[in-house]
């Protein structure tokens, strides 16, 4: 069998990598795209991106959603691994993963972007998912009603600030300098806002609480006064977003790629760094603006010169250059408002898109075996109701589904055996009417759905790819109980759902329950939960972040 190699690697998945992969699969490259978590990097956590051109009031998760599906279909391959070691030198560049595992390919485009920073003033770590927070569109819904601080003064602070006012009761950003440090126009967005108050020249001495964040002492930089914050009997809490800037995630390349002091890669105006065949593109370079519009410009840029480079060495080294993934056609320009219409157009009352419901059943196609959604309906219960709606619908999309709607209380053998605690409910059976241990409580719209969707396709067929030694670890599970706390409008939950419903659908003695952590406030209350995705393992443990499906093995294995 013939070694595997891609004319181009890239490492990490934000919108300089996705416009590089655009770019070179237009241009025939066998291209592959390698990201260890989710999709989007940066721009997937900002909520408003009013800058980028063409888009008014875009948001990052969709322009990334519509960028990912753009790169596919000019045929570039998307692989979830953690590159932990790179091999640049020699003509075939080497990327090796923490299994050992190798990629290979000729040219390669560094894209792996920033990390946000921490501040480290006292209690910023301890309390992490208990107040304080670092994705507004996770988590400004938890905090709905309650005061609101924003630390920093830069654009994502500003741009934040003015996201969560949807939520708090009011937003307090606090500034170390004088004055903001983005643009003007940005920065008169939180400036004029009514529900917004500025303090500059302030920082966070420390914070503390009882269980969640409950005080915050702040110090003036310039007089050494301090003031401070304690949260309502009422409110018992208030919420702090960290935007303190970011660090370039450029660890698998040092000491080959020459770094300048700060981590960043410095290249020419082609991308190139010191090593042939390698580029840089994205907000790990050095550069003056680090925005989503200069990163899909270096991506770009990236790839058409790795397309030069590649044809080049091809032609030295004699390798025949062949056509792998031809691009699919476009839609003429006349033809996209018609698409866009369609995108959008719904039967009155339904919870579908028409276009959803033709890409929903396309994937349900797939499915090989019976799956069924078991509805406990409360009819005194609105959002049972809603639910039901919701299920009805979903069951429609393939003969495969079936639907079994039982109401609450009429068959409690049947409630024990799906484990139900809580309501709206929502279970999956396999095709042997066994309970898979995935369950929903809320109403799994928004980005739930796709977890739907991945459960559905894991239990209806022979689901996702698993790595055989993973798969071995998930069977030798003994019995596990995972609750998920998601909010509606979180991009990073989705895939710890799906990973721990994954691990359940492999096992049936794991249960995985997707949370809706709105509609249950007790167990928000219960367990200190103030920010999402958040892992409740048998009861007891809770895990804030987001994770994947190893990690999540290895805290189920502790």
């Known amino acids: 069998m013939t070694e595997k190699i891609y004319d181009l690697a890239i490492i990490g998945a934000g919108a300089a990598a996705l416009s590089a992969g655009i770019y070179a699969g237009r241009s025939m490259l066998d291209t592959v795209i390698i990201e260890k978590g989710r999709i989007g990097g940066q721009t997937v956590t900002t909520s408003m991106i009013a800058n980028y051109p063409g888009i008014k009031d875009g948001n990052g998760p969709e322009i990334i959603e519509e960028m990912r599906e753009q790169a ?66 996770c988590d400004g819904e938890l905090f709905t009603g309650m005061d609101v601080f924003v630390l920093g003064g830069g654009f994502a602070a500003a741009e934040e600030s003015v996201y969560l006012t949807r939520y708090a009761k009011r937003v307090h950003m606090i500034i170390r300098e004088p004055d903001f440090t983005c643009a003007p126009a940005t920065a008169n967005l939180a400036k004029e806002h009514p529900n917004i108050d500025i303090t500059y020249n302030t920082e966070v001495k420390e914070i503390s609480g009882d269980g969640v964040l409950q005080k915050a002492v702040f110090v003036n930089n310039e007089t050494g006064e301090e003031t401070s914050f304690e949260a309502s009997e009422e409110d018992g809490s208030f919420g702090m977003f960290v935007f303190a800037g970011s660090s370039p995630n450029t660890t698998i390349v040092k000491g080959q790629v020459d770094l300048d002091s700060r981590g960043n890669v410095p290249t020419n105006d082609n991308m190139e760094t010191n090593l042939p065949g390698v580029y840089a593109a994205g907000d790990l370079r050095v550069k003056e603006l680090r925005q989503i519009v200069t990163a899909t410009a270096d991506g770009a840029i990236a790839a058409t010169k790795a397309q030069q480079y ?3 060495l091809k032609e030295e080294l004699g390798i025949e250059v062949k056509v792998i993934a031809k691009p ?12 866009k219409e369609a995108s959008t157009q719904t039967t009155p009352g339904t919870w579908f898109p028409d276009a959803m419901k033709e890409q929903l059943k396309g994937i349900f196609a797939k499915l090989t075996k019976q799956v069924t959604l078991l509805h406990i309906l409360d009819v005194d219960n609105p959002k049972s109701v809603e639910l039901a709606s919701f299920v009805k619908e979903f069951s429609e999309l393939s003969d495969k589904l079936t639907l079994r709607s039982v109401v609450f209380g009429s068959d409690t053998a049947l409630e024990e055996k799906i484990q139900l605690t809580r309501m709206p409910s929502v279970a999956l059976l396999d095709s042997d009417d066994t309970f898979t241990g995935i369950k929903f409580s809320g109403i799994p719209s928004g ?27 998930i069977q030798k599970l003994k019995t596990n109980k995972i609750e998920i706390c998601v909010s509606l409008t979180c991009h990073l939950c989705p895939d710890v759902v799906a990973a721990c419903q994954r691990i359940a659908s492999v096992n049936h003695n794991v249960t995985a329950e997707m949370i809706d952590t709105s509609l249950f406030p007790e167990l928000k209350k219960e367990k200190k939960i103030m920010s999402v995705p958040a892992m409740i393992i048998n009861d007891e443990k809770v895990i804030f972040g987001s994770k994947n499906i190893e990690e999540i093995l290895a805290e189920l294995e502790n």
């Open 72 to 137: 596919a279909s000019f045929g570039c391959e998307f692989v979830t691994k953690e590159i932990i070691e790179t091999k640049l030198s020699e003509n075939v560049k080497i990327l090796v993963d923490k299994n050992g595992q190798e990629i290979k390919a000729y040219s390669v485009i560094v894209a792996t972007g920033t990390s946000r920073n921490k501040i480290g003033f006292p209690g910023e770590v301890e309390f992490t998912g208990r107040g304080i927070a670092y994705c507004s569109t």
């Open 310 to 312: 590649v044809e080049k």
């Open 328 to 339: 699919k056609e476009t839609k003429k320009a006349e033809e996209k408002p018609a698409k």
């Open 447 to 473: 980005h739930e759905l796709n977890s739907l969707v991945l459960a559905v396709y894991n239990v209806g067929s022979e689901g996702q790819e698993i790595d055989p030694g993973i798969k071995d670890r």
